[in-house]
T-cell receptor, first 114, second 109 residues
Framework: GAVVSQHPSWVICKSGTSVKIECRSLDFQATTMFWYRQFPKQSLMLMAT?????????EQGVEKDKFLINHASLTLSTLTVTSAHPEDSSFYIC??????????FGQGTRLTVV | SQELEQSPQSLIVQEGKNLTINCTSS?????LYWYKQKYGEGLIFLMM?????EEKSHEKITAKLDEKKQQSSLHITASQPSHAGIYLCGAGKDDKIIFGKGTRLHILP
């Protein structure tokens, strides 16, 4: 299957700082990318959908100014957690879809805000 | 909004035994995905079902979608330690996938 690479795998940051997470499709062009958040022992919660070259569509309850998503190219989407706080600590996973119905997932990023 | 309910939430089986995980939707499914997740890692695509009555197999894992397209089951035959993890069913909605809460599978040696 296609490969989606997420970077970094884990990150620790101080409260109040911003953190950027990258999601890359390595061997296909991702017309759509999705960002999920997962709390311990819980399922994936969809945060937003981004299409290349356009603004991301956020799910209800997700602060767009807090979680900035950029999908500048067909192989890269970034999620920036701005002014991070301890409650933003979580496991963030991206997925990417090309022209088909299958969505491929990155390996996730564990964010810890101290 | 569409909701997916998975059962059981957690499952412990002896190595070599068969097991079944269920996924029930509150609305008609137009695409049902099964993924596996190792703890703290990304998701591995298993199968996708679209047609009522459809059944797919991959190695020792078989997934079915019922005729009404509101329920799917995932069956593992002769379970192995490598099958341990979290199994997530997802419903295709518009252009995105919404997930159930997952089933945590533990395999006892």
């Amino acid at each position: 299957g296609a490969v989606v690479s997420q970077h970094p795998s884990w990150v620790i940051c101080k409260s109040g700082t911003s953190v950027k997470i990258e999601c890359r499709s390595l061997d296909f062009q991702a017309t759509t990318m999705f960002w999920y958040r997962q709390f311990p022992k819980q399922s994936l919660m969809l945060m937003a959908t981004s299409n290349e070259g356009s603004k991301a569509t956020y799910e209800q309850g997700v602060e767009k100014d807090k979680f900035l998503i950029n999908h500048a190219s067909l192989t890269l989407s970034t999620l920036t957690v701005t002014s991070a706080h301890p409650e933003d600590s979580s496991f963030y996973i991206c997925s990417a879809r090309g022209g088909g119905v299958e969505a491929f997932f990155g390996q996730g990023t564990r964010l810890t805000v101290v | 909004s569409q909701e997916l309910e998975q059962s059981p939430q957690s499952l412990i089986v002896q190595e070599g035994k068969n097991l079944t995980i269920n996924c029930t939707s509150s609305k008609t499914l137009y695409g049902l995905y099964w993924y596996k997740q190792k703890y703290g890692e990304g998701l591995i695509f298993l199968m996708m079902l679209q047609k009522g009555g459809e059944e797919k197999s991959h190695e020792k894992i078989t997934a079915k979608l019922d005729e009404k397209k509101q329920q799917s089951s995932l069956h593992i035959t002769a379970s192995q330690p490598s099958h341990a993890g979290i199994y997530l069913c997802g419903a295709g909605k518009d252009d995105k996938i919404i997930f159930g809460k997952g089933t945590r599978l533990h395999i006892l040696p």
